[in-house]
């Protein structure tokens, strides 16, 4: 089992949606949660990050932790064609220490529509 | 100038050949990682670096080798290099006081 998963997409929406984004992880002690938006041919940038249960709002963005059910979303509301692609999920599993190993999933790819 | 430089941006080389990326930054962190992405497959782990002393091994360390000269500066080598390691090499910097990582623009490497 990997230690983050991702639907690989791509997830189209039109715009003016809201978009959808989840990620599952194995590691039930993982403390630390993040979204990393990478557009084509570019480097990851980070766009939230959670770390306690609940949800976390950020502009037109909200992360959204479930511990229990060991899964983080992102939601996107009023997508825009430059929200347009790939978001990987991140996590820092248990064990880590002072290193603090940080393990991405193989990202999903968003379309939006105009 | 980039917080976070890696040379060279692009590299074309054969089968056998010992390739080195390097990487720099100014931010004044102490841990440093290199990832590699393929597509399909996300960013995965190679090496990460706590400090000048301490070197880890990430999920996909085989064939690759790592050099951390100074807190700043973190190389990454292939020894003989192969097709299939062909990918994108990103580094990234990160501070212990906050999740984010920082990365470079990436190295893309082509073996032949």
């Known amino acids: 089992q990997k230690e983050v998963e991702q639907n690989s997409g791509p997830l189209s929406v039109p715009e003016g949606a809201i978009a959808s984004l989840n990620c599952t992880y194995s590691d039930r002690g993982s403390q630390s949660f993040f979204w990393y938006r990478q557009y084509s041919g570019k480097s990851p940038e980070l766009i939230m990050f959670?770390?306690?249960?609940g949800d976390k709002e950020d502009g037109r963005f909200t992360a959204q932790l479930n511990k229990a059910s060991q899964y983080v979303s992102l939601l996107i509301r009023d997508s825009q064609p430059s929200d347009s692609a790939t978001y990987l999920c991140?996590?820092?599993?248990?064990?880590?220490?002072?290193?603090?190993?940080?393990?991405f999933g193989t990202g999903t790819k968003l379309q939006v529509i105009p | 100038d980039a917080d976070v430089t890696q040379t060279p941006r692009n590299r074309i080389t054969k089968t056998g050949k010992r390739i080195m990326l390097e990487c720099s930054q100014t931010k004044g962190h102490d841990r440093m990682y290199w990832y590699r992405q393929d597509p399909g497959l996300g960013l995965r782990l190679i090496y990460y670096?706590?400090?000048?002393?301490?070197?880890n091994k990430g999920e996909i360390s085989d064939g690759y080798s790592v050099s951390r000269q100074a807190q700043a500066k973190f190389s990454l080598s292939l020894e003989s290099a192969i097709p299939n390691q062909t990918a994108l090499y990103f580094c990234a910097t990160r501070t212990g006081q906050t999740g984010e990582l920082f990365f470079g623009e990436g190295s893309r490497l082509t073996v032949l």
């Open positions: 959670i770390y306690s249960n």
């Open positions: 670096s706590f400090d000048v002393k301490d070197i």
């Open positions: 991140a996590v820092i599993p248990p064990g880590s220490g002072g290193y603090q190993k940080v393990t």
